[in-house]
């Protein structure tokens, strides 16, 4: 089941180590078949309260978005954005095409 990593950025510094960690990241995505579907953006707030930069990356599975995460490759570039900003990341699995609302009522 495809599983996304979902961050909402907030206080991002855009100095030097936010720089170097966007030119890194890609290459660190690649080997998990990660891909950017949300990068930002300016969202149109049509509920509630809404503060930050929203980031979505979709993987192929569950295992290969843990395996990003937790990779030598990812964990080296880490800190340059958790040094930089601040940050609510999640992994989570989607739904497939057959998913209903009241599925989560079972």
Known sequence: ????????????????????YLERIDATLAPFEGQFIVHGGEPERVEGDWAGTLVVIAFPSYRQARGWYE????????????GNSSADTILIEGVGPEHKATDVLG
């Open 71 to 82: 990779s030598a490759d990812y964990r080296a570039i880490l800190p340059l954005r958790t």
């Open 1 to 20: 089941m495809t599983t996304y990593a979902i961050a909402n950025l907030r206080d991002v510094n855009m100095g030097p180590g936010i720089v170097e």
